[in-house]
């Protein structure tokens, strides 16, 4: 029997995100925004020293400042907030020292928060900071996290036995013999400098405590509601019930809005104590001194291949350096722990060796940030690999080619132990040649350098970890979770709204929610209210980070929003006297499912449910909402994989680099909505590319850091960046009903692999290699002999 044509389809299609007008008119719902009754506002007196003990405190005078409330030190906060510590328990050995809200006998880095200052205004709190006098002894700071190593070198923090924070070796039996017996063996040292998120809405936090009830309520810019709702239970003696944390609009996070922060803690106890909402938002200069750092590795790394040019093993030595404190709760080892498992990841190499040692020293924590890991992997294993093809005199996109794992040759393990169900290296370096037009470009660039004219292409497959399922987090004691939840509910005026655990950051969440639960009940997005980011309106859930909004949190609405449907038919079978079968929704309507007549409009459905169920045959459900938690339980992350290519001009006599055209080939799966997905590539490639060229987060031999603004730290602007070409392969994971992967990592991830390669073949000609990001004009200027 022929059925009627599927007109809800709404999966696939491009859709503009649902706020996206709200945030252009200036009606958007952030934390900054917001004002309480009563409200007072936060200030912190921070650490002039990366190191130090602290002798003495006044704040005698600051007490008596305009405006201000009071004065906190250590000894009022301190005790209400149980301490934390940034380990988790599959970190074997690992160790971090305690942490407090605030410092209270020594200081660890230059920034580090002291004294609080509450004032009926921002101005006056900063005011009264001015007044506070801190007695510190200076102590020499731990700068060099290989100097941290050396036996006898003092600890970052006191209590701590040595500056090694957690340390592994992840290896197979026969990697000594592969490199014994290869024919070729290229090797390379790297260094990955700091940077920052540098979201436009920075860190903000109210806290607002009523004692007559007990309720703690935090309006925050988070990423993960639930987590902090947990945080803030456990740490400050509450029950969870009593802790509602609400993330509304967030302006941007990249992972930065993850982690707890002094601050933060230090805004919750002041509300606890005054029994008043409390404000805290971090300027611009607080967010470079306190925000977490990203990156800071320095990398050790040799390849192995055979006389074929067939990669066959590597061996790879990261020094992560990390900040004074391991970051909570998802700790500063994690990065360092996936750079060492996604090295060599889209090749088929059978051996390999990855040592790590997380170390802390006096600056700020590092932890996680976009692409967790993923960029420094790359990079490395893409430079030897562009390293392998000059030394053998091969093309590198040919010796590529023959080096991924084919792509029928799934499901496959890495060397790592990595998992992968299906990934498409092959089919996606042969998109990118085509959308290239490598031939052409390399001819280009040999003319060119008779000229003077030094181009470079840069290639760099890669592969993003999503969807992470529970033995990510779950097994380690941080209380993160692995699954998502979602109620879907049709309102009695046929409308849909659906409450779901996943956030909104401006990624699109809402846009791609509403897209799979419209198709799911056969009404339009825009008839689809999402409602995010809130713990007492919202199922718990893990919340959006490492690309799980998607794949984990799209499939909690898809299996909701069925569900929903279902009951939805039950209702209109018995009202139309129908079999179940023979109906099916589309168009806001019950149709019948042959020949596509409306039957029932879904407004009618939900006013006879709602208002006259008494009229429903005996036994009829009349539940207009449904329920749904979803936990990944196939392969233990559904990889993400594609390949990039960085075409730019080197000027070599100023050092300067042209970003001529960038192309990203990607797989994530079934797309959701492919112009949320292209604005997500862009905007990781262009932070990729940032950390490439131009971000570094610069300190002096004392731990200062010296370019805390956006004078003296540069961020890549719009007129720096290329054109960014993409295209797509799709190979839907099987592990759920919807197939999707994330994306939001997928630029950032090779972005700096790519750009480095393009550079230095650009370089090929001069013998010069750099690899060292960022890859500043003096850094090139240096690899060409020049300075």
């Not at 803690?265 to 750092?293: C, N, Q, Y």
């Not at 039950?570 to 006297?577: E, F, G, S």
């Not at 200062?704 to 890549?716: D, K």
Request: with cysteine.
């Amino acid at each position: 029997m022929t059925m009627a044509p599927d007109t809800t389809a709404f999966i696939g299609q491009p859709h503009r995100r649902q706020n996206a007008l709200r945030h252009l008119a200036g009606r958007g719902r952030f934390t900054t925004d917001l004002v309480l009754p009563r409200m007072v506002h936060a200030a912190f007196v921070r650490s002039p020293v990366a190191r130090g003990q602290i002798l003495a405190v006044d704040v005698e005078q600051a007490s008596q400042a305009p405006g201000v409330i009071c004065v906190l030190t250590a000894a009022d906060l301190n005790p209400l907030c149980m301490p934390w510590v940034g380990t988790l328990d599959h970190f074997a050995r690992m160790a971090s020292p305690p942490q407090n809200i605030l410092a209270e006998t020594h200081v660890v880095w230059a920034g580090q928060p002291v004294v609080m200052v509450i004032a009926s205004s921002r101005a006056q709190a900063e005011d009264a900071c001015e007044l506070v006098v801190v007695e510190i002894e200076d102590q020499e700071p731990v700068v060099d996290g290989a100097a941290a190593l050396a036996l006898g070198a003092d600890t970052a923090s006191p209590g701590l036995a040595s500056n090694l924070c957690y340390e592994t070796v992840l290896e197979t039996a026969d990697v000594d013999a592969a490199f014994a017996k290869a024919a070729c063996v290229v090797d390379g040292e790297f260094s990955f400098g700091r940077h920052t998120a540098v979201t436009l809405e920075p860190r903000a936090v109210v806290a607002d405590f009523d004692p007559s009830t007990g309720q703690l309520t935090v309006h925050q810019g988070t990423q993960t509601p639930y987590q902090f709702q947990d945080v803030y239970a456990r740490h400050f003696g509450l029950n969870e019930g009593q802790v509602r944390v609400i993330a509304a609009d967030v302006g941007g996070s990249f992972g930065m809005k993850l982690h707890v922060y002094h601050e933060e803690m230090a805004t919750v106890a002041a509300s606890k104590l005054l029994g008043r909402p409390v404000r805290f938002v971090a300027d611009r200069l607080e967010s470079f001194l306190s925000d977490i750092h990203a990156r800071d590795h320095k990398v050790r790394a040799r390849m192995a291949v055979d006389a074929n040019g067939i990669i066959t093993a590597m061996e790879v030595d990261d020094l992560t350096q990390i900040g004074a404190f391991s970051a909570y709760p998802r700790t500063s080892a994690a990065e360092g722990n996936q750079v060492i498992r996604l090295m060599g990841g889209p090749y088929r190499m059978q051996d390999y060796r990855g040592r790590l040692s997380v170390v802390f020293q006096n600056k700020v924590q590092t932890s996680q940030y976009r692409a967790v890991g993923h960029p420094i992997a790359c990079a490395v294993t893409e430079v030897l690999v562009d390293g392998v093809a000059e030394a053998l005199g091969q093309d590198p996109l040919d010796l590529r080619v023959r080096n991924v794992v084919p792509d029928d040759a799934y499901p496959h393990t890495s060397a790592t132990g990595y998992q992968f169900e299906k990934l498409s290296h092959q089919a996606c370096l042969a998109r990118l040649r085509q959308m290239m037009g490598y031939e052409t470009l390399r001819a280009e660039q040999a003319l060119l350098r008779k000229t003077g004219i030094y181009r470079g292409i840069g290639i760099a497959p890669f592969i993003e970890i999503t969807n992470p399922g529970a033995a990510f987090y779950g097994v380690g004691g941080a209380r993160i979770s692995a699954q998502d939840g979602a109620i879907v509910k049709l309102t009695p005026s046929g409308d849909v709204q659906c409450m779901i655990s996943v956030t909104e950051q401006g990624q699109g969440t809402e846009t791609i929610i509403a897209q799979i639960v419209g198709e799911q009940l056969g009404v339009s997005p825009e008839r689809v209210k999402v409602i995010t980011g809130d713990t007492d309106t919202t199922p718990v859930g893990g919340a959006t980070w490492a690309c799980r909004g998607a794949g984990i949190g799209g499939e909690t609405a898809l299996r909701a929003g069925r569900k929903l449907r279902d009951q939805i038919l039950a209702i209109a079978a018995a009202v139309l006297q129908s079999e179940v079968v023979d109906l099916r929704l589309a168009d806001a309507s019950v149709i019948d499912a042959h020949t596509g007549a409306v039957r029932l409009s879904l407004a009618e459905i939900g006013r006879i449910a709602t208002y006259r169920p008494d009229t429903l045959p005996s036994g009829t459900d009349n539940s207009l909402t449904a329920a749904q938690h979803y936990a990944p339980s196939g392969f233990p992350f559904a990889f993400t994989n594609g390949v990039q290519a960085s075409h730019v001009e080197v000027d070599v006599e100023t050092g300067l680099v042209k970003l001529l055209k960038h192309w990203v080939v990607e797989d994530c799966g079934r797309i959701i909505n492919p112009l949320l997905v292209d604005e997500q590539i862009r905007g990781g490639v262009v932070q990729g590319l940032g950390a490439a060229l131009f971000e570094e987060c610069l300190y002096d031999e004392e731990g200062q850091l010296t370019n805390g603004s956006l004078a003296e730290y540069l961020v890549p602007m719009a007129c720096e960046m290329p054109d960014i070409v993409i295209g797509h392969v799709e190979t839907p994971t099987l592990d759920t009903i919807l197939g999707a992967k994330g994306v939001g990592e997928a630029g950032t991830a090779a972005a700096g692999a790519a750009a480095m390669n393009a550079v230095n073949d650009a370089l090929l000609p001069f013998k010069a290699r750099l690899m060292q990001t960022p890859m500043t004009p003096a850094r090139i200027l240096a690899a060409l002999g020049h300075v």
